[in-house]
């Protein structure tokens, strides 16, 4: 059984940063794409990043390109998400996902399985 357990999130003030953790547990971590996606309240859920199975390929939302960095830890089954210069519309709930197929890889929330969310909020 998956479960994704996400933590690291909290209030912070604009231009602070915080690194969100995400522990896998249930399957092999190492084949599967890992993701973070987020969810600020009336709106869709939204790509953030993704890292891919390898570990050598790392894509953004072009709205965090430069703040975020996402890492995996295979070995610990463990997917991170390290945010920097913060801003107010970074506030959201924060989602890790893993892929549900080997070697599958989108920026649409389809065809992943999901935690339940950490909140960050960014203060003015």
């Given at each position: 059984q998956l479960r994704l357990v996400e933590?690291?999130?909290?209030?912070?003030?604009?231009?602070?940063?915080l690194r969100l953790?995400?522990?896998?547990?249930?399957?092999?971590?190492?084949?599967?794409?890992?993701?973070?996606?987020?969810q600020a309240p009336g709106r869709e859920?939204?790509?953030v990043g993704a890292v891919?199975?390898?570990?050598?390929?790392?894509y953004y939302a072009d709205s965090v390109k430069g703040r975020f960095t996402i890492s995996r830890d295979d070995p610990k089954n463990t997917?991170?998400?390290?945010?920097?210069?913060?801003?107010p519309d970074d506030t959201a709930v924060y989602y890790c996902v893993k892929a549900d197929f080997a070697y599958y890889?989108?920026?649409?929330?389809?065809?992943?399985?999901w935690g339940q969310g950490t909140q960050v909020t960014v203060s003015s």
């Open positions: 933590s690291g999130g909290g209030l912070v003030q604009a231009g602070g940063s953790s995400c522990a896998a547990s249930g399957r092999t971590f190492s084949s599967y794409t890992m993701a973070w996606f987020r859920r939204d790509f891919l199975w390898n570990s050598d390929h790392a997917l991170y998400l390290q945010m920097t210069n913060l801003k890889a989108t920026v649409s929330p389809l065809g992943y399985s």
